[in-house]
């Protein structure tokens, strides 16, 4: 029988209309308001007695309505956090209190625009974001560094740092303030667990146009150098193997004749290669390597490893990046067609690079359509076998299933969270002392429309199909949200 304490800590006063009806701020985007603390909650099956650690799930969660156009990628920025320790669970749900939720609660109303809208039309004239004078809401990554939770912002910024157990504010990362990039930093950093590095990078409207960093184990800004770029970029990740870290100069940018007139309108330009910049990770400016491939745009990347004289890097491929309008789409839901992955038609994906050559080579790696991957952090940057990703729900930013890839032999098991449901991105949590690459569990939060409730899904990562060992109960219906980690207790200092 459940003894589950939960509590109501804080409530945020919302200005979003009552009876809002925008797509992505109702249903299964349906924002939350309350911040909870929740202590042993109620478990359907087993917690596996040595599953222990946080999963934090980032969310983009609005508190105001939008001055224009509102887009999913503009929502405050949310976190949601499960612990386990001794098979128990607890939850805890706060708001990334950046400088732009601060000010927008003081003022009672939206103050910068959103992607979908233009600079012009923001309230104040300063601002974030590789277009500027946008909200650095925090909503997009979130990654456990150093011992502490760190959120980040899509188009660059601020990163913010909470206590993992707590998640009270721990003020801004002094880092990112440090990184050359006038932007900030980008979203996706990227952690290297046998080093304890965080690799990083920043892109902006100046040039260089990009900078990419190393951060080390404790804290401090070691390495700083430019990525030329030919003009203004919207790169959303980046990879590293081993040895080297790669950039990327996609063929989706804004397009110039556009910016002229302060538009940013992101274009796919057909004619242009898909360029990729090699570096030793602590390599300068002048040893940076471009091999060029088939042009696309890739949101995420899953792996890179070294191989002999070749790097390999694998990633989503979108083989539709600038899907075009379609008959018969619900009204309103046009707009939103690019963060459909369907529409995008992103399917995993194999390069080789070949270090002594610069020859490129490429191959698809599945035709299903799949992104948002995850694999064993033990094995980042190193040669590995699977891959966990997301299906997307047809017409929708949500996921429907959870797919994990053998990418050796192509075989592929999934898992569906059935008609109403909908999952999170699903990072993958080694067993501790593990005998395989699989060995161990997944972790996912549900947004459960049917039920009108919202679970944390645990799964033995080799029975994937057999569906979750443990259901653990969150207080109330959450968000679907983006972006998501697990750390194992083994990384994290005492509970606070
Ligand atoms: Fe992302």
Redesign the pocket.
């Known amino acids: 029988m459940s003894s589950t304490t939960a509590t109501v800590v804080n409530e945020i006063a919302s200005t979003l209309p009552a009876d809002d009806t925008h797509p992505y701020r109702t249903g299964a985007w349906q924002p939350n308001h309350r911040e909870w603390d929740a202590f042993d909650l109620e478990v359907e099956g087993q917690i596996p007695a040595d599953f222990e650690g946080v999963y934090l799930r980032n969310t983009e969660n609005p508190i105001h309505p939008s001055i224009g156009i509102y887009h999913p990628f503009d929502g405050d920025g949310m976190l949601h956090q499960i612990s386990f320790a001794d098979g128990k669970a607890s939850y805890r749900n706060r708001f990334v209190r950046t400088d732009g939720l601060r000010l927008e609660a003081e003022a009672g109303e939206p103050l910068w625009t959103g992607f979908y809208d233009i600079a012009a039309n923001s309230k104040r004239e300063d601002g974030w974001g590789a277009r500027g004078r946008m909200k650095d809401s925090s909503s997009?990554?979130v990654i456990v560094h150093n011992g502490v939770v760190l959120t980040s912002f899509?188009q660059c910024g601020d990163v913010y740092q909470l206590d993992p157990f707590t998640l009270a504010e721990m003020g801004k990362a002094p880092w990112a303030s440090q990184f050359p990039s006038p932007t900030g930093v980008s979203?996706?950093t990227k952690l290297d667990e046998h080093t304890g590095e965080l690799l990083i990078f920043g892109y902006s409207t100046s040039e260089p146009f990009m900078h990419y960093g190393v951060v080390d184990a404790q804290g401090n800004l070691v390495h700083a150098i430019d990525v030329p770029l030919p003009g203004p970029r919207l790169p959303?990740?980046m990879a590293f193997s081993e040895n080297y870290a790669i950039l990327n100069d996609l063929p989706m940018f804004w397009d110039p004749a556009m910016l002229e007139f302060g538009a940013h309108v992101p274009k796919f330009h057909r004619d242009l290669p898909t360029r990729f910049a090699v570096v030793a990770r602590r390599g300068t400016t002048e040893q940076i390597r471009w091999f060029e491939a088939d042009p696309t745009y890739v949101?995420?990347w899953i792996n890179a490893y070294e191989e002999g004289d070749w790097l390999v890097l694998d990633g989503f491929f979108q083989h539709d990046p600038a899907p075009a309008k379609q008959e018969g789409t619900p009204k309103g839901m046009s707009l939103y067609r690019t963060i459909d992955v369907n529409r995008l038609q992103a399917r995993p994906h194999r390069w080789r690079f070949n270090l002594v050559t610069g020859e490129t080579r490429e191959e698809s790696l599945s035709d299903r359509v799949m992104e948002f991957g995850m694999i064993n952090p033990n094995i980042a940057g190193r040669d590995y076998r699977y891959t966990y990703n997301m299906t997307g729900t047809p017409g929708w930013f949500l996921f429907d299933g959870l797919v994990k890839q053998d990418v050796r032999t192509g075989t592929e098991e999934r898992y569906a969270f059935g008609d109403g449901v909908f999952g999170s991105e699903t990072p993958f949590a080694p067993r501790p002392n593990a005998t395989a690459e699989d060995d161990g569990y997944l972790v996912t939060f549900t947004t459960d429309m049917n039920r009108d409730c919202s679970e944390c899904l645990i799964f033995d990562a080799t029975r994937l199909s057999d569906g979750p060992v443990a259901r653990v109960r969150l207080p109330e219906r959450i968000s679907s949200g983006?972006?998501s980690c697990w750390t194992p207790a083994s990384q994290l200092g005492p509970r606070s």
């Open positions: 997009t990554d899509w979203a996706h959303h990740d949101l995420h983006t972006h």
